[in-house]
C-alpha cells in the first residue's frame, strides 16, 4: 500500500521547529533553554487588541465573510494610508495568517511546474508553501559577506523563463534583516515591467527598521500596480503571533478574485483575532516608538557580543528582528543540536536555528545559523556567554 504522496515525502521540515523534541528533552531535565530560534518575542501584546476580546459582546460566534470582515479592510485603509499605501477595502484580503496569503497568492499567480524567484536565504516556510502550491523556487543567492544585499540585477535576469511568474522578495528580510534599498526596488520594478511578471513582497517586517531608515514598499510604483502584491500579517506587529491575521494587498482585482475562491474553500478567517486586530489598529504610537527602542537595544547589545567571538561573522541588520551569523563550526545544524544535548553553562543553554533550511541551494548556509533578538537584553547576554563558551569547546569547531 502507498503510505505517503510524493508531495508528503518532499515537503521541507522546519529548521526553526525541527529541533524542538531536543530543546524539550533538555528542559525535561531541568535545563534551561534560551530560544533564539523562534521569531516569538517577548514583547506584551498591546491592550487595544486583548481588551476588544477580553470585552466581546457576542452571542454567537457566527462565520465572517471569506474574505475577512469589511469592518476590518477598512480599518486597514487608514493604516496603510500611515505608509503612503493608498488601496481600498476591496483590494484587500484578509487571510489566516501571513502563512495561508503566500499559499493563496502562490496558487493564484502560478500552474503546478511554474517559477518563482527568490533572494536566498529566505524565510524558511516558502519551500514549504512552494510543495503545497507545486511551484519551483529558483534562488538567487545572495552573501554574508555582502550583508546579504540583492545579487546583481543582471544575475536574476539570467534565471528568467518562459515558466517564471513572479519575483519575489521579504522586505526587511527574514532571515537577514536585510532592508532593500529604493535602488534595488527600483532595479527589481524595471525588471518585471521588461519581463512581464509579477512583484511579490513580504512586508510583514514593515514596522521594524532601525538606524533612521525608511522602509519603501512596492505598493509606491504606480507604474506597477497590476502586477504588484504585498503580503502582510499582524502577527509580529502586535507581538500576536498567535491571531493568524494576514492579507494580501493589490490593486490587481482578478488575483483578488482568484484568492477569494481559495478563500470561500475555507470559508473564512477567525472572527475573533480579526475583531481584536480591527482595535489593535487604533494602538498608539508610543507603543511602536518604545518597541523600536527595545529592539534597537537588544540588536546592538547581540552584535557586539557577537563580533567579539572569534571566528563570528555578524552583519548587522536593519530591520526585523533576526540576524543571520557564520560561525566557525563544521556544521551549525550539529552544533545547534549539541548545544541541547551535550553543553550547558550551569544548567543553561541555548537553541538557535541552523541556517541551511532558509537556502533552497542544497549545501548552503551549513555553517551559518539564524538568531532571533526577541529576548530581553539581559536574557541576550546570558545566552551570548553560552554561545561564546560552546563555540570554544565544540569539538566540531574549525578555524
Known sequence: ??????????????????????A????????????????????????TFMNAIKNLDMPVLAYGHSGGLWSLRKKFVHYYKRFNINVKPDDILVTTGGSEAIIFTLMTIADAGDEIIIPEPFYTNYNGFAVEAGVKIVPITSYIKDDFQLPPIESIAQKITDKTRAI??????????????NEELEALKDMVL??????????????FVYDGKTHKSVMHFPEIEDRTIM???????????????????????KVIESALKF?????????????????????????????????????NVMVSLLREMPGVIAPNPQGAFYLVVKLPVDNADKFAQWLLTDFDVNNESVMIAPADGFYSTEGFGKNEARIAYVLNVEDIKKAMNILAEGLKVYPGRVG
Open 1 to 22: 500500500m502507498k503510505i505517503l504522496s510524493e508531495r508528503g515525502k518532499i515537503m521541507p521540515s522546519s529548521p526553526i521547529r525541527r529541533l524542538v523534541p531536543f
Open 194 to 207: 521588461k519581463h512581464d511578471l509579477y512583484l511579490l513582497s513580504d512586508e510583514v517586517y514593515r514596522e
Open 231 to 253: 503580503l502582510d500579517s499582524v502577527s509580529k506587529r502586535y507581538s500576536a503571533c498567535g491571531a493568524r491575521i494576514g492579507m494580501i494587498v493589490t490593486k490587481n482585482r
Open 24 to 47: 524539550e528533552q533538555a528542559i525535561a531535565k531541568g535545563k534551561h533553554i534560551y530560544h533564539l530560534n523562534i521569531g516569538q518575542p517577548d514583547i506584551k501584546t498591546p491592550d
Open 263 to 299: 478563500g470561500m474553500a475555507r470559508l473564512c478567517p477567525p472572527t475573533i483575532e480579526q475583531i481584536g486586530t480591527e482595535a489593535a489598529i487604533d494602538t498608539p504610537k508610543k507603543y511602536f516608538d518604545e518597541v523600536i527602542n527595545e529592539y534597537t537595544q537588544r540588536r
Open 168 to 181: 519575489m522578495i521579504c522586505n526587511p528580510n527574514n532571515p537577514t534583516g536585510y532592508l532593500y534599498s
